[in-house]
Each structure stands twice: as structure tokens, then as C-alpha cells.
């Protein structure tokens, strides 16, 4: 049993029910048939949790208003993990919800000790711009970096008194139970992040209306002090912003994903040759120590990175996926194969990818203006 999720120290999660029942997150599956044309990870099950998200589907139902709220730490190559997420920002477009991406930079200005320059380049160069490939449009898209607001003032205002308002309504104990250790940066951190999912309610921003905020639940810590921050703000009627829990893509060696090993994980500019030694030589596998054995007791797709890749998208039919499935657990399959099938897909993928990236570049400055 994990005492507390440390959302700057990922830890592998070995038992996502458990997780579950731990904190009080609401399992995702009972929801997925109520979802207008659920996207492939909710369907999959890699969006496992969430809580409140019944205020988004009545919102999405009676087509009224709501927000999708999420940041990222521009840290370094855009990977398969982070495609996960992006797509279902994209989903939520779909579905009529307006956009705020925040670029978490001061973050991680502070706990990762990156100069702010550098930060932008990657949040443009690396994160936007696949966005931008990924489907992401600029209509009703607020894409702003945690150092600079806005140009207009008026926003700019509400959004950093917010950031200094928040701090009233939890405490150094609070803080302590839910994060353990702090340090200053962590806690400027958590203030600008409650904040950063706040501020879309904001009169200057649009007022009270549904946010969901979908997240690796690492990031849960700061949904609930989020959460209950909302509704001790007297200030303000803030409807207290949904979320929802995604799975990892677990690292090419089985491990989390770090963007400071590239042999663990995919990049979305990888070339094909890369693709193919990373699969091939790093791709943790769950089949079996000998041919033999595997033809007699078969794989085990639960733990091969492999088949983990596929189930997260490259392979989008869900039959095509059920047969892979099957016969690998059967030993139909090899480990062999089922990497090359893997390779063919990402690389295709990755081919047409590129090109949708360098289209990509002439729309940046629409998501700039804010
Ligand atoms: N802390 C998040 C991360 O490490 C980034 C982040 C900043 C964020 N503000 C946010 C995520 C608001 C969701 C909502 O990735």
C-alpha cells in the first residue's frame, strides 16, 4: 500500500483498483456507455477513474457549457505517454468544450531547475506543435504558460490575485498530510496549479461552469486540496472541478517513462530505424524464456510493452486487437512478431505524423495570441 502519491516523484502503480478504493476515485468504467461516441482510451480502460465527471457528461448532454482544464511540464522529447493525454484533450474539443492547456514552466522552473527560455522552446517546439498534428484547432483554445498569463491585463490580474487568494484557504498541516516532505517550490507549485484549474471559473475567464481536469493520477493530490479549496472560497461559486485518471504507458523497459532515458520510450520524431532498435532491443516483453515454452503456456500481454503500445492506440480496431490478444496469450503468437506488428504500426503512423507536424508549423502563432 503506497502511504501518499508524491506527484514529483512518480512511483510505478502496481494496483489501480487498490489506488482506487485508497483515495476514493470512482472507477471510470460504469460511465464509458454513457459517453457521446467514447474515445478509444476511455473504451480500453486506460481512463480508469474519475471523480465527478457525472457533471461533465450532463453538461456535454445538454450541450451547455464546460471547460477541459490540463498542463504539462515541457520536459524534454514529446513521447507516446504524452499522446495519451493530448488526445483526449482533443476528444474533448469534439465533444464542444473549451480548452485551457496550461504550460506549467515556473513549476518547472523550480523543481526541475530549467532555465524559462528553454521551457518555452520545448513547450512550442515539442508540445504545441504536436498538439497542432494531433488535431488540436485553435478555436477555443487558451494556451497559456504559467509565466505569462495574458496580455491583457484585466486576465492577467484576476489570474495571479487568484494564485495569491488560494493560499488562504488550506494550511501547513493540510499540505503535510497530503504531500509529505514540502519545500517552498512545492508549495508555489501546488498554489499556482489549484490556480491554473480555478481560474477558468473566474468572472474574467468565463465564470462558474463544469471543468474536467483528465490527469495521471499522480496528479491527484492536487485535485482534491483543488477541490476542496473550491469550495471554501466564499469569493466565488466555483463548481468544483471534475477530473479524470489515465494508466501510464509503462516505459519501454516496464518502468515509468523518463524523459531523461530515450530508451524509454517512444518520441514522436523518432525515425523508423530508432522505432525498430527500441522495440526490439528494449521493448520489455511478456512472452516466454524459450519458443518451446512460449508456443506451449503462451505470452502474457498484461506486462508486454509491446501489446501495451497497441492496446494504446496504434492498433485502433478493437477487434484486430481482441485477435492479437488471444493469440499471443495462446502462443500463436511470438514476441517476435508481435514486435514487428507493433514496429509496422508505429512507423506508419509516425510517418504520416511527421508530415502532419510540419503543416502544423504555420499555426502555432494562432494558439500565441493570448
Ligand atoms: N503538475 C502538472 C504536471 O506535473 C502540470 C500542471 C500544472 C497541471 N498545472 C496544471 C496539470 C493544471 C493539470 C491541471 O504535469
Known amino acids: 500500500m503506497i502511504k501518499r502519491i508524491d506527484p514529483w516523484k512518480p512511483q510505478d502503480i502496481e494496483d489501480y483498483d487498490r489506488l482506487i ?73 469534439g465533444l464542444g468544450a473549451e480548452l485551457f492547456i496550461c504550460v506549467a514552466d515556473i513549476e518547472a522552473y523550480n523543481m526541475r531547475r530549467k532555465p524559462l527560455d528553454e521551457l518555452r522552446k520545448v513547450a512550442i517546439e515539442e508540445y504545441l506543435l504536436n498538439y497542432i498534428a494531433l488535431g488540436l484547432k485553435p478555436k477555443n483554445v487558451d494556451f497559456y504558460f504559467q509565466s505569462e498569463r495574458s496580455h491583457d491585463a484585466r486576465k492577467a490580474n484576476a489570474f495571479y490575485r487568484l494564485i495569491g487568494m488560494v493560499t488562504r484557504r488550506t494550511t501547513f498541516n493540510e499540505m503535510r ?23 477558468p471559473q473566474l468572472p474574467e475567464f468565463g465564470g462558474p461552469r463544469p471543468v474536467v481536469v483528465p490527469v495521471g493520477v499522480d496528479q491527484d493530490p492536487h485535485i482534491r486540496l483543488t477541490r476542496d479549496i473550491a469550495s471554501r472560497m466564499k469569493e466565488f461559486r466555483f463548481v468544483p472541478p471534475a477530473s479524470t485518471y489515465h494508466e501510464f504507458l509503462p516505459g519501454l523497459k516496464g518502468h515509468k517513462m523518463s524523459s531523461s532515458d530515450p530508451y524509454s520510450y517512444i518520441a514522436l520524431d523518432d525515425p523508423p530505424g530508432t522505432v525498430r532498435e527500441k522495440i526490439m532491443k528494449h521493448a520489455f516483453s511478456g512472452g516466454r524464456g524459450s519458443l518451446k515454452e512460449h508456443r506451449l503456456r503462451g505470452g502474457n500481454p498484461e506486462v508486454d510493452v509491446a501489446f501495451k503500445i497497441l492496446l494504446y492506440g496504434m492498433e485502433p480496431d478493437d477487434r484486430k ?34 508530415a502532419r507536424r510540419e503543416k502544423a508549423r504555420s499555426q502555432v502563432d494562432r494558439f500565441l495570441k493570448g
Open 177 to 199: 498530510d497530503i504531500y509529505g516532505e514540502l519545500s517552498p517550490g512545492k508549495i508555489m507549485s501546488v498554489m499556482n496549479q489549484v490556480a491554473d484549474i480555478l481560474h
Open 321 to 354: 486487437l481482441k485477435r492479437i490478444e488471444e493469440d499471443y496469450r495462446s502462443g500463436a503468437l511470438l514476441t517476435g512478431e508481435l514486435k514487428q506488428i507493433t514496429i509496422e504500426r508505429l512507423n506508419a503512423f509516425l510517418e504520416k505524423h511527421r
Open 21 to 93: 478504493r485508497q483515495f476514493g476515485i470512482q472507477g471510470f468504467k460504469k460511465l464509458v456507455k454513457s459517453v457521446p461516441d467514447p474515445h478509444l482510451l476511455m473504451r480500453r480502460g486506460i481512463v480508469f477513474g474519475h471523480r465527478d465527471f457525472g457533471r461533465i457528461l450532463d453538461a456535454a448532454k445538454k450541450k451547455s457549457s464546460f471547460v477541459m482544464m490540463t498542463g504539462l511540464m515541457p520536459s524534454g522529447k514529446f513521447h507516446l505517454g504524452h499522446k495519451a493525454l493530448a488526445e483526449q484533450f482533443i476528444f474533448y474539443q
